[in-house]
């Protein structure tokens, strides 16, 4: 699950760029995610809070989710853009592996400087996958 040089900084980029979409009046911590699938399309994703925080969805699973409702579920990367660089939550991790735990994992900050890159399966071991349900 190789992506080269110039994909990596396109999905950092554009992670950056939607995150000025996010919708957070309660952190106040506004995430981009960019999803890059099998097919070469990228999905887009951002935080979307609630004054209910538990129904509260990350970037990361609103760029899983919307690449999941236009057909796509082969995906090789994404990356995630916060001010500071942090990393994707349990729940997301979870989602994640739902579909690839080769997939790559790009976190970066606001300036586009990559923090963390790594595979999903390092990011979750013992990942609890569709297999275990045979």
Do not use: H
Request: charged share 25%.
């Amino acid at each position: 699950m190789n992506i080269t040089p110039e994909q990596k900084k396109d999905l950092v980029r554009i992670a950056k760029q939607v995150r000025k979409w996010a919708y957070v009046p309660y952190s106040n911590y506004p995430v981009g995610a960019a999803l890059l699938t099998e097919s070469g399309r990228i999905y887009e994703g951002v935080n979307v809070e609630n004054a209910a925080y538990p129904v509260t969805n990350c970037a990361e699973r609103t760029a899983i989710f919307n690449a999941v409702t236009n057909g796509e579920k082969d995906f090789k990367a994404i990356a995630v853009v916060t001010e500071n660089g942090g990393m994707p939550c349990g729940s997301c991790r979870q989602v994640m592996a739902e579909f690839n735990l080769d997939m790559l994992v790009i976190v970066a900050d606001e300036k586009e400087n990559i923090i963390s890159e790594t595979r999903l399966s390092d990011l979750l071991p013992g990942a609890f996958t569709p297999r275990d349900l045979k």
